[in-house]
């Protein structure tokens, strides 16, 4: 009886890792920071809100696809930011807050990460010290946002433009 009670367990421990490995593990901004502080990575940024049906169609689609997540895990810290929060957020020693705008407003994170352009889903790229590469915005399938995934992941922006990279990503 032991034994099938440990087998149990067992089980489910193998389970619940191979569940967790096939989701992305989202943090909060100040998880992020605080972890490439202790493990330096880039981070990559999901900027969405909650009126936006090409964020839910990237989460339900792009976000769970097998080499996505494994990247993604492997190679950045992952953030799923709600450019329209209320609360606050401190960032790189700032506090950013909530700006009233006529029936919705924005986070003024969001618009330093998305320089101004509030467009939704858009994928925010950080290097291990917080400096912005770059946003990029609209609703990408898998295909398409891992050249960029492994272009900034690689370091390969630092030697070569985007154009360039791709004639030689497979």
Known sequence: MKNKGMI???????????????????????????????????IIIDAYTDWCGWCKK??????????????????????????????????NGKTYNFVPNGARGYHELANLLLQGKFSYPTTIYLDEKLNLLTPVPGFLEPAQLNPILHYFGSGSYLTMDFAAYQKTYK
Do not use: C, G, H, R
């Not at 191979?18 to 493990?39: L, R, S």
């Not at 992952?78 to 209320?86: I, P, W, Y």
């Open 58 to 91: 990237m989460d339900a689609t792009t976000f769970v696809d097998k080499k996505v997540v494994e990247y993604i895990n492997s190679n950045y810290y992952a953030v799923k930011f709600n450019a329209e929060q209320k609360e606050p957020i401190v960032f």
């Open 8 to 42: 149990f367990w067992v089980l489910l421990l193998v389970s619940s890792v191979t569940i967790a490995q096939d989701k992305i593990k989202w943090m909060t901004m100040e998880q992020a920071q605080a972890a490439t502080k202790v493990k330096p990575k880039k």
